[in-house]
């Protein structure tokens, strides 16, 4: 993997961490919750974590398979153009992205882990549709022809560094206590309010992304 290609999907992998759900329920567990807090946000983030792994592993084997149906001479131009074609529109779609003042973020409904991991699957699946900076990472490495030995870590990389913001305010948590009130309930606040400003600056960014790592190939 070029230096090149591991420094973009590190980016998105970065743009990734501002996941407005996943922090979300990490917040309100951090301010509701007393027992069992760590073990709970712990079971909800692996499955988070395990969700887009699998559904990473499903891309870059099915994308991988259709990339092989097409010959050498046309599969980089196809797949640029299609590349490009998908950064403009998310670009331009980017601007008329609902930006609503107030959005409900998922809660869990009781405090049993299988609820937990029920939480992780319904975040994910709210998600995953709007998981563009994770989807542009495996589109970049499927069009880069990686060896499994070099994609299946940087999937599992992408995705620590994914829900290393929560394990970060959970560690915060645990050693401030108190202290931490007062920023994570402002932090709940602003993610309850700007969720669809962080998803349409993720929208614009991917398509630029995508925008000018497609025109080398065309």
Do not use: C
Request: glycine share 6%; charged share 10%.
């Amino acid at each position: 993997m070029s230096a090149e290609l591991l420094l973009v999907v590190g980016g998105l992998a970065l743009l990734d961490m501002l996941s407005p759900a996943t922090l979300g329920v990490t917040v309100y567990l951090l301010l509701t919750e007393k027992e069992r807090l760590s073990s709970r946000l712990m079971i909800y983030l692996s499955t988070v974590a395990a969700f887009y792994f699998f559904v990473g592993i499903v891309f870059m084997l099915g994308l991988d398979v259709l990339l092989t149906a097409f010959s050498s001479i046309f599969q980089n131009r196809i797949v640029s153009w299609v590349m490009l074609i998908i950064g403009v529109l998310l670009f331009i779609a980017s601007f008329y992205y609902p930006k609503s003042e107030k959005n409900d973020l998922p809660r869990p409904k009781s405090k049993s882990k299988s609820s937990m991991i029920a939480l992780g699957f319904t975040t994910s699946l709210i998600e995953v549709g709007a998981a563009f900076p994770y989807f542009a990472a495996i589109g970049l490495m499927s069009t880069s022809n990686l060896a499994v030995y070099q994609w299946l870590p940087t999937l599992v990389g992408y995705n620590l560094v994914m829900v290393l913001p929560p394990i970060i305010l959970l560690t915060l948590h645990l050693l401030l206590g108190r202290v931490m009130q007062r920023p994570l309930e402002r932090l709940r606040i602003k993610l309850s309010k700007y969720s669809g400003s962080a998803i349409s600056w993720m929208m614009s960014i991917v398509g630029l992304i995508l925008i000018f790592y497609s025109l080398d190939y065309l």
